[in-house]
Nanobody, 111 residues
């Protein structure tokens, strides 16, 4: 089974920066995308960014130019670099791969 473990969440002021990490273990399907989703209080979970096995990336419009998804040098690790965070970025962020979700990491953006 695949296991996904996120880290790197925290509290920052608007304009701040965080870097989320997702470490995958188990039966990794390299052909599958890896993605970051988020769920804000009272809202549905939404896709934030996704990276394909060939490196192709996708971003939701609201984070384009501020967030960057990348694969790490360590195999099966994915990062989400979040710059210029805004209060609407407050949410639990989840890593996703091959039908499996991580446990989530809280990001709070507040002054």
């Amino acid at each position: 089974q695949v296991q996904l473990v996120e880290s790197g969440g925290g509290s920052v002021q608007p304009g701040g920066t965080l870097r989320l990490s997702c470490a995958a273990s188990g039966r990794i399907f390299s052909i599958n995308d890896m993605g970051w989703y988020r769920q804000a209080p009272g809202k549905t979970r939404e896709l934030v960014a996704r990276i394909a096995s060939d490196g192709t990336t996708y971003y939701v419009d609201s984070v384009k130019g501020r967030f960057t998804i990348s694969r790490g040098n360590v195999e099966n690790t994915v990062y989400l670099q979040m710059n210029n965070l805004k209060p609407d970025g407050t949410a639990v962020y989840y890593c996703y791969h091959g039908g499996v979700w991580g446990q989530g990491t809280q990001v709070t953006v507040s002054s």
